[in-house]
């Protein structure tokens, strides 16, 4: 009993030492998650975007707040978790089965539910109690803001062929934007317990 009484304790505190963290620092496989959504996103082309030049729109990607330094780590983080989580959601639908080759869309969604579940393993330690706090901060609701304008765009589109690749072209852009992000805070030291 006094063997798994130590043995627990250990674990306990391998847990939470800064440098026996389980698993609360970016992973390489985090990156190789990210170029591979990237990647496939590509094949996912089906018409050109010159085909579609008259349903072009800016959607306001915040792009300088994701890839500048305005951000904390702590915000840094909510904000690449939240970018992944609506990607995830808009991929996820009904409307994208439809206008998507189902594998590449499927091998997609995958992948982002990968990477949400790796950075899932540090949003307790990360967000904690702060949680409810750091869903209220303007980054976050600039986010989601972002993603519902493309919501908006697809609906007033009628989820044409179109509409699925000018979103599907800034969708590139806003996940090279997290991908930039998951660099900074790799190199903000990638351990996130020290949040």
Same mark, same amino acid.
């Given at each position: 009993?006094?063997?798994l009484? &130590?043995?627990?304790? +250990?674990?306990?505190?391998?847990?939470?030492? =800064?440098?026996?963290?389980?698993?609360?620092?970016?992973?390489?496989?985090? @990156?190789?998650?990210?170029?591979?959504?990237? *990647?496939?996103?590509? *094949?996912?082309?089906?018409?050109?975007? $010159?085909?579609?030049?008259? /349903?072009r729109? /800016?959607?306001?990607? =915040?792009?300088?707040?994701?890839?500048? %330094?305005?951000?904390?780590? %702590?915000?840094?983080?909510?904000?690449?978790?939240? @970018?992944?989580?609506q990607?995830?959601?808009?991929? $996820?639908?009904?409307?994208?089965? +439809?206008?998507?080759?189902?594998?590449?869309?499927?091998?997609?969604?995958?992948?982002?539910q990968?990477q949400?579940? %790796?950075? #899932?393993?540090?949003?307790g =330690?990360?967000m904690g109690?702060? /949680?409810?706090e750091?869903?209220? @901060?303007? =980054?976050?609701v600039?986010?989601?803001k972002?993603?519902?304008?493309?919501?908006?765009?697809?609906?007033e589109k009628?989820?044409? /062929?179109? +509409?699925?690749?000018?979103v !599907?072209v800034?969708?590139?852009?806003?996940?090279?934007s &997290?991908?930039?992000?998951?660099k !900074?805070?790799?190199?903000?030291?990638? #351990?996130?317990? &020290?949040?």
């Amino acid at each position: 009993m006094a063997f798994l009484l &130590s043995l627990l304790m +250990a674990l306990v505190l391998v847990s939470y030492c =800064p440098g026996g963290s389980l698993g609360c620092y970016l992973s390489r496989r985090l @990156m190789l998650d990210a170029r591979e959504n990237l *990647r496939l996103l590509d *094949r996912m082309n089906r018409l050109s975007p $010159h085909s579609c030049l008259q /349903d072009r729109k /800016d959607f306001g990607l =915040p792009q300088e707040m994701v890839e500048g %330094d305005q951000l904390q780590k %702590d915000q840094a983080f909510s904000v690449l978790y939240e @970018m992944l989580q609506q990607s995830f959601n808009l991929f $996820h639908t009904e409307h994208s089965s +439809a206008a998507w080759n189902t594998t590449l869309l499927e091998q997609l969604c995958t992948g982002l539910q990968q990477q949400l579940e %790796d950075l #899932d393993t540090c949003r307790g =330690p990360v967000m904690g109690e702060k /949680d409810s706090e750091l869903g209220k @901060m303007d =980054p976050i609701v600039t986010v989601k803001k972002y993603f519902q304008g493309i919501h908006d765009y697809l609906q007033e589109k009628g989820y044409s /062929d179109c +509409a699925w690749e000018i979103v !599907r072209v800034e969708m590139m852009r806003a996940l090279t934007s &997290s991908t930039t992000l998951q660099k !900074r805070l790799k190199k903000m030291g990638g #351990d996130l317990n &020290s949040l």
